[in-house]
């Protein structure tokens, strides 16, 4: 019932402000003796740090993970978990206050600005304080670890639409994703993309992207059924996420077009007994319980509101204003919320791989 | 951590298969003193029913709801809870077993069959056992009494979209949704839908469907971030409910192809320094905490699979076989999830009341 | 975070009152693929009924158990966990509530009157509602089935106290236990009680006693630091029952007065790297974890406050009124605590057993 | 079900080793808009500290705590609750771990050494890594701020018995508790402890310790039965800090030896319609839920097994060994258990505020 805490045997909960000393995550019921390196978690956190493209933030944070407890390490550097909790933390540095003073004093529309300040009677407001998107940094370290506990299983996270431009299918190439700087895996989408954002973010403007994370060689049977269905622990994870505001498993919303019989996934004979699918119109989920096929999940990113063009608003006392946002910001922040799903895939797996084995055996 | 429990504060435990002796719910953490008759719940559980039109099946279920705890009766059938665990059961009626012996040697494609197995190593194959929809008659009792919780905020369901038919929404009427078998607001859709429901349920063929739920007069501030954002126990319980495979808060999926300049919801001065939304892209939630507009969900059904047509599968033993679904069944299973979703609504917004409460007086 | 549930991957739900409809438990998170009859359930409650001699209460309840959910049943009535949630319910047959009427109007010393009307502003006075002892009875059922999980360890419980007579534990006989109605080791102490509760029963005063539970051959290693300890959760578990005020693990409270060169259990070179344990004062625990020993919990369970004896008290206005007690009354209601002791050390270490398990495979 | 977690709604996670970088702990749930100061948190540790007489290990530890989120700092220093998480962290810094190098290779009796690795496969062995009282420090910085959410209930812990010298309550004074080095009450006690635990120190042995816990002014209606009562989350509570063995309410362990008559706190008129109690039996507890009397709390804290004298043991390839421990101990860990008993009442006590709002209002 913790509000920070995300996850059951494998659990992850986090605190910290965007320009507050620190933020930071504890990783609670990690299996022992897994290894890995310090290393590992920071080339996670690389990935989704921002200023590594005009595309995103030119906010500079290094983003350096401490490891504070949990595991022993070896002096070549190793770490070994010991079944205790893991202690993770990174330093704010860059907190350039000056830049949001305006937010103290009026609600930017489409921020949590006006909610935060309504439930709690009080707001962090520098750089959206508790609300910003730097919170998902302790996702990704924590999405490194979870790997660890699922080490056979494949995450991969892709930007398949941005604003008006969504990817052509045919042409999907998952090495094509680390080759531009929206991870699309479309190359041809991708050079659109480029002078697309390149203008949006000259205007000052922000568009919105929607992502796809597909998890390869996911043991069948994970799931517990019935409120703790592995499809609708994705969509609480993927949901969580900042901006995101749908959230899709297979053929998703589309679903509800098809006709029984093509939604259905046939099935002929595989190994072991178990079938092999001729499609994936499931998203590798039956009743709440992955079938082995690649589990597939995609959320829709809204565009930020942090826009040059002002916006209606009140103040903090109810009065009209109007605002707009100056400086730096991500005219597409979904772009940075594929390494985030990638982690969220990596937690519900990893708990869920616990859970199993609990009552299963 | 409980597989068949949802909710924290105010909370949801079921259990109870397709064709055992009974289904059942308890109710935990309810307030005290609030009064409801057992006609309540009944109305709830009557909305859901099947065997009620031709476009649902036609399995007779009397549905009679047992308050069996929880509640002090007065002498005219008033109840008032107590504050403790409110035990509700139904009896199962109309278990025609023979039905369904084909299921136990083979597994339906697009159900719970084989994961079932594989994650088990036995299965209830009666019915689909507990992930028959059955179930969801359970969170239809106990979201009545959630209901009971909220009694300022207005709950409402409608069916949106059934197949290739959506509803064209500036005819939608709230009123049109009780005159027609589908839950459409729309009238036109709805007579519409009529002829092609019951042209698929000649052919023994079913389709999906997209349901849209929406909280009115919900209070500002409910929902806690980080990892217990209302949207994201939204997406939760949307997601858990039988067949669904997309959730969307307001704008949802398509937040994606908006701007910033678009998507984001303008705001005039309201009353007591709590801002008018010129527009409610964001279904009622931004940072995960309720905004005070309406809170829309929707999600969408896929259609059953149980179907007339053969479809390619495999038995028990791994061997190739044809299933086909002979027998009632509903061609649209997307119809009764209207008061379902209406329940988890209840539910997650009573829980959300509750914590909000705790945590902030 | 459910109030009337325990336990976390093998996990309990209870409802109902002392004079309502019935009483009945959920049981989640049972391992699939486990054998039980309805018998097995039914012996465990048995052994809990009152009115099987003059010195427990006289109320007749048969206590049968009814099966709802999370089962198979054979032909010849053996029955197979699922895996999902068991429904067990109780029928309330003993209902005779005009026993309880002046408890309606005025607050009973030691007993829960009050604090339940301060709680929640209302109150099922009817033999106590939620807080009479009857509820112990699901404990014991859904004990029963947790004792499936953990079919190498041998659970039982014996009466090592009564009021003041202490057992002499140089003559501990586990056979004597189930040859007195005290459920006594020690015979010569079992006859000393007979004569004993006699008197305090005829004059309709109560006595308290203490309870030992003792779990052999637990596997090492249950239990979870630092707050799922698996001795704080067996005091957790035990405090929970009714009536209890002390629990102590080993040695208890009287480890307090030894020097460490006395308490602290030295080992000896046992089988496959595990010691010997040369003493047992740990009661089968450091920290948090299970050694291997037995498994010692004591817990004092005060004596029942329902006495013929006048005690001054105040009514629902907040006069000042004497109460007694007529009617039946249990002497000593620790006797009956004795299998729910059981119980709820068989919950303990059945999801300690699965949590172990979750995260250590 | 997080293993480092403890409370609900009010909710404490904790990391850290004895001998790694740092400690600490999340604070989740906490009410927004409550006041303190970051030395208020930092009187809390010093009380608690070690090396502050010769009765305590000389381990010197500035514990300075670090607040790292979930706070606004004004300009004067005062920080305000904003209801997010509140990180808070503890450098580690006197890491001698040479001290400690034996016990990498063999089991401490009366330590978690055998029980880690055996669950885990794996030990920080280096100052008992997590199962180190230092984890301790993490409890009382979360209690100091526990200690904002109830700010007029009093809490005070005291030692009323070390080793075989109990103090005579006839003597206790509050007062006193400060005056002496073992937070004893009763000033001839005390003086006599001096003598008495100076001789245990220099043999190199060590001796256990009662602690009692009160805490005044409690609210009437805390606890949510029947698994959430406030004495079975005080037993846990209190069980869960290391070397505790046995846990009472009230009249404890002696109420078994109590008549009905003796036992019940009679009641007589008080104000508002609330009771006047005439005893306190119950410690403040009946039927799990607070009455309004003080909350009394006993637990008994084992001698440490780290003692000069060479104890039988094992090592980690099981063979036989003789162990004693060199250098800096404490004689009597109890001691140091007062500061970290009265924080975890504060936790208790703050997180049934908070349930039992967000239940009943």
Same mark, same amino acid.
């Given at each position: ?7 059951h ?5 986090t605190?910290?402000?965007s320009?507050g ?6 990783v609670?019921?990690c299996?022992p003796r ?17 200023g590594?493209?005009?595309f ?22 190793t ?28 609600y ?5 600005d ?24 302790c ?9 660890l ?13 941005m604003?008006q ?47 796809? #994370?597909v998890?390869?060689? @996911? +043991? $069948? =049977? ?6 703790g269905?592995? /499809?609708?622990? !994705? ?5 969580s ?16 077009r ?7 996934d046939?099935?002929r004979?595989?190994?072991e ?5 001729l ?11 992955s079938?082995?096929?690649p589990?597939?999940?995609r ?28 400086g730096?910001?991500?005219?597409? #922040?979904?772009?940075?919320? @594929? +390494? $985030? =799903?990638e982690?969220?895939?990596a937690?519900?797996?990893? /708990?869920?791989v !616990?859970?199993?084995?609990g009552?299963?055996?």
């Amino acid at each position: 019932m913790s509000h920070n805490s995300f996850g059951h045997l494998f659990r992850l909960t986090t605190f910290g402000e965007s320009h507050g000393p620190a933020i930071g995550a504890v990783v609670d019921g990690c299996p022992p003796r897994l290894t890995f390196r310090r290393e590992d978690v920071q080339a996670a956190l690389d990935r989704r740090r921002p200023g590594q493209s005009r595309f995103t933030t030119q906010r500079k944070e290094p983003d350096e993970v401490e490891i504070l407890s949990g595991v022993i390490e070896a002096e070549d550097g190793t770490l070994t978990t010991t079944g205790t909790s893991i202690g993770l933390m990174i330093r704010n540095v860059d907190q350039r206050s000056k830049d949001y003073s305006n937010i103290a004093q009026s609600y930017r529309p489409g921020h949590a600005d006006f909610t935060y300040d309504a439930k709690y009677g009080v707001r962090d407001h520098r750089g959206g304080g508790r609300s910003s998107a730097r919170e998902t940094a302790c996702r990704v370290a924590a999405g490194a670890i979870a790997q660890l506990v699922i080490p056979q299983v494949r995450i991969r996270g892709a930007l398949v639409a941005m604003g008006q431009i969504e990817i052509d299918r045919s042409r999907w190439d998952w090495e094509e994703v680390g080759q531009n700087p929206f991870f699309c895996p479309d190359r041809i989408a991708a050079a659109e993309m480029e002078g697309y954002l390149g203008g949006v973010r000259k205007s000052g403007s922000s568009v919105g992207a929607v992502i796809e #994370v597909v998890a390869e060689n @996911v +043991p $069948v =049977g994970l799931g517990a059924p019935i409120y703790g269905k592995l /499809d609708a622990d !994705l969509a609480s994870a993927m949901m969580s996420i900042n901006a995101v505001k749908g959230v899709e498993i297979g053929a998703g919303m589309a679903a509800a077009r098809l006709t029984g019989e093509e939604n259905a996934d046939e099935m002929r004979a595989g190994n072991e007994r178990a079938p092999r699918f001729l499609s994936n119109n499931a998203g590798g989920v039956l009743g709440g319980i992955s079938t082995g096929q690649p589990v597939v999940v995609r959320f829709a990113v809204k565009p930020t509101s942090s826009i040059l063009t002002p916006r209606k608003s009140i103040d903090t006392e109810g009065a009209e204003v109007d605002v707009s946002t100056k400086g730096r910001h991500d005219p597409c #922040v979904g772009i940075r919320a @594929v +390494p $985030v =799903g990638e982690a969220m895939m990596a937690l519900v797996l990893a /708990d869920h791989v !616990l859970r199993h084995r609990g009552q299963n055996g």
